[in-house]
């Protein structure tokens, strides 16, 4: 068997939207599917959202590190 592709965010958008239309239809004993593909997007944006907020505060340590000032400060001391 062939590695499979990894699974994205339009993928997980694209089953939702499946599984919406298949607990309409169908009845909620499908609901457990929708749940699962909600909280895997869920927790997919808030692990970005983490992410992105460690590097920004990396970014800005190192900055403050080696003596940089962030655009404003360095315009209004100038």
């Not at 997980?12 to 607990?23: F, N, S, T």
């Not at 599917?33 to 944006?45: D, K, N, Y």
Request: hydrophobic share 35%.
């Amino acid at each position: 068997m062939g590695r499979s592709k990894p699974v994205t965010t339009s993928d997980i958008e694209e089953a939702l939207d499946i599984a919406a239309r298949v607990v309409d239809q169908f009845g909620y004993k499908y609901w457990p599917i929708f749940e699962r593909l909600e909280a895997e997007l869920e927790s997919r944006a808030n692990r970005e959202k983490r992410l992105q907020s460690r590097l920004d505060r990396l970014c800005h340590d190192a900055s403050m590190a080696i003596g940089l000032r962030p655009p404003q400060e360095s315009r209004e001391n100038s």
